[in-house]
């Protein structure tokens, strides 16, 4: 069984005590729409940020862990999706920075992201594309002033919010990546539309938009690499996100069962329901494991270990549906009332089987991998 050491129980409970500081507030933080304040400034005291960013530009090691930032992840959703998104996406935001700017690009933006005085977002889908990466059809263009781009990219976290955006469009016959800051001009940014669980989401439209040289991500033309590099490092994070959450709902379930009587006993002691919260402590348990294991495999070679991390983003984010729909269930009419912990994870929930590779887009390619190794 793969168990923590003392580095990363200390990130943990560092983690713990931030999202314990944002409890209070969490309802209203995970009904926003925009950065709040609130959940933003303790993240930021925090110093947790800087576990996204490598040391040499204010962060917390020399190599990004992935095991480290999906401990942080799984604590911060225990309380609040809000806040997990906020510093996840530090991270997925600015990884392709990270790997592919300049070192003047590097050292303007990076201790900012470290520091949470500068808000990272990922450009990557667009009104007709998806999972398919490879179809966008935004378009970057080398020019006499620098790089332009032109297209419209949709359903992008912190959309508006961010303070710069790593885009990827086509360049030819092949995909490039640039950093646009959010001021740059010919960039216009609207609100998303609203999701079951309310998300900081922009439809960002790119009119002509010119930025310099120096702001390109990675080779002209072969940047798609950059990309699969982000979701190699981050996709296990979201696996961490997930269990976090899976781990509350079952707590909830849990006390409610010890404290609600029925047919004159806690519901604890009925069979089908103390049956119910064993499996979905089998489930939580099996999905911790697989997580912290691919995560750790994760920081020496992540593309090469993308394959553990597509199973564990599949197993846990699929147990959490299945944990968060138990709970609800072993809560009877309470587990139904608007505006209650439960009803708040079981809509967020939904959205982690989809996001950063959907299930039935992983099982895909694990499938096709997996046939090339048996056959």
């Excluded at 990004?64 to 996406?89: K, N, Q």
């Excluded at 990546?177 to 216009?188: E, F, K, N, Y």
Aim: hydrophobic fraction near 45%; charge should be negative; glycine fraction near 10%.
């Amino acid at each position: 069984m793969f168990d923590l050491g003392p580095r990363h129980r200390e990130i943990q409970q560092l983690a713990r005590s931030v999202a314990e500081r944002v409890e209070e507030f969490a309802d209203e933080a995970d009904a926003a729409v925009e950065v709040h304040e609130g959940v933003a400034e303790v993240l930021r005291d925090s110093g947790l940020a800087r576990q996204v960013v490598p040391a040499a530009y204010g962060g917390e090691s020399d190599v990004l862990d992935p095991l480290a930032i999906a401990v942080v992840r799984e604590a911060l959703m225990y309380t609040s999706a809000h806040l997990d998104s906020l510093f996840g996406m530090q991270g997925v935001g600015s990884y392709s920075l990270t790997v592919g700017g300049t070192e003047e690009l590097k050292r303007e933006w990076l201790p900012r992201v470290a520091r949470l005085e500068a808000i990272a977002g990922l450009a990557l889908t667009e009104p007709d594309i998806g999972s398919d990466l490879r179809g966008v059809t935004t378009t970057i263009q080398a020019t006499a002033a620098g790089v332009r781009v032109d297209g419209r990219k949709s359903f992008i976290t912190n959309g508006g919010a961010a303070d710069f955006y790593c885009v990827l469009g086509r360049e030819g016959e092949g995909y490039s990546m640039v950093l646009v800051p959010a001021d740059a001009p010919g960039l216009t940014v609207r609100r998303g539309d609203d999701l079951i669980a309310p998300h900081i989401l922009g439809e960002l439209h790119f009119d002509g938009v010119e930025v310099p040289e120096n702001h390109r991500l990675g080779v002209p033309g072969k940047a798609f690499s950059l990309m699969l590099q982000t979701l190699a490092v981050f996709r296990v994070t979201v696996a961490g996100s997930a269990v976090g959450l899976a781990q509350a709902a079952l707590d909830e379930a849990l006390r409610h069962a010890r404290n609600r009587k029925q047919f004159g006993r806690p519901l604890l002691e009925l069979g089908a329901v103390s049956q119910s919260l064993a499996l979905s402590w089998s489930e939580v348990e099996t999905a911790r494991a697989i997580t912290y294991r691919a995560a750790a495999l994760a920081k020496s070679d992540p593309l090469g270990h993308l394959d553990y991390s597509s199973i564990a983003k599949v197993s846990a984010t699929e147990a959490a549906g299945r944990v968060v729909d138990r709970s609800v269930q072993t809560m009877g009419r309470f587990g139904l009332v608007r505006g209650s912990k439960i009803e708040r994870l079981y809509r967020n929930a939904r959205p982690l089987r989809i996001y950063e590779g959907a299930t039935e887009v992983l099982l895909d390619s694990l499938a096709r991998r997996l046939a090339k190794q048996r056959g």
